[in-house]
């Protein structure tokens, strides 16, 4: 069983807000390994994600979630009809099975 908590509705956040608790996004120009020009097309930079970790006591109203129900199975095999998923966190769909 995994157990996550749910990160905080960046909605109600402005951007502003939102740099300002995870900083600010930022360019790396973007280079080929044979020293030549991008092509037109090509991106001149990439920008680098977020960094949404922080510390536990900022957390604000912390939703835990469970997210893994021991239903693991080899992509190369037919996995198990059976699921393990409670039905309240079933999709709808389980119900016409």
Known sequence: MEISIRIPN???????????????????????VDGKPG?????????YPMGLGMP???????EILISDYG???IVSQTPS???HTPALYSPPERLFQ
Request: glycine residues 4%.
């Open 10 to 32: 960046f909605d109600s956040l402005s951007t502003d807000g939102l740099y300002q608790r995870f900083g600010k996004p930022y360019k790396v120009p973007i280079r080929r």
């Open 81 to 83: 009809p059976i699921l």
């Open 71 to 73: 239903t693991s199975f």
């Open 56 to 62: 536990a006591n900022e957390v604000d109203n912390p």
């Open 39 to 47: 092509e037109p097309h090509a991106p001149p930079h990439a920008i």
